[in-house]
């Protein structure tokens, strides 16, 4: 699973990165829809879409760093919420590509150790 963002190893904001990451939040905001949707929870759907689409974007279009890292957020916030409410839990490997994400492009001190996971895994 981490070797999609591979490519992302020390260029958190090339937009080749960034599509890839968008592409992983469309994966996960779509997964987590269908499991509420499949639980009697689609009332949730409405809001994880409007919280989930801006990090969606650089799938078609070019989107600064800084403008994904801020979706990114919200996304996974919005994602945590739902999930407290409801006990439904997203695709955790996925999701944590995303909060993992976030923490490098904020240039987080955990950054290192989550890109040496990155570069080791297969």
Known sequence: MSVCLR??????????????????????ASNYAQALDSRGLAKYNEGLKQHCAASTAATRTAVPGYAMKSA?????????????????????????????????????????????SLIVKR
């Open 72 to 116: 990114l957020t919200e996304c996974i916030n919005t994602i945590y919420e739902i999930n407290q409410a409801t006990q439904v839990k997203p695709d955790e490997t996925r999701y944590q590509l995303l909060v993992s994400a976030v923490l490098c492009l904020d240039s987080d001190a955990s950054c290192s150790f989550i890109e040496k």
């Open 7 to 28: 490519l992302c190893v020390s260029h958190w904001e090339n937009p080749e990165c960034l599509k890839t990451i968008s592409e992983v939040s469309l994966t996960v």
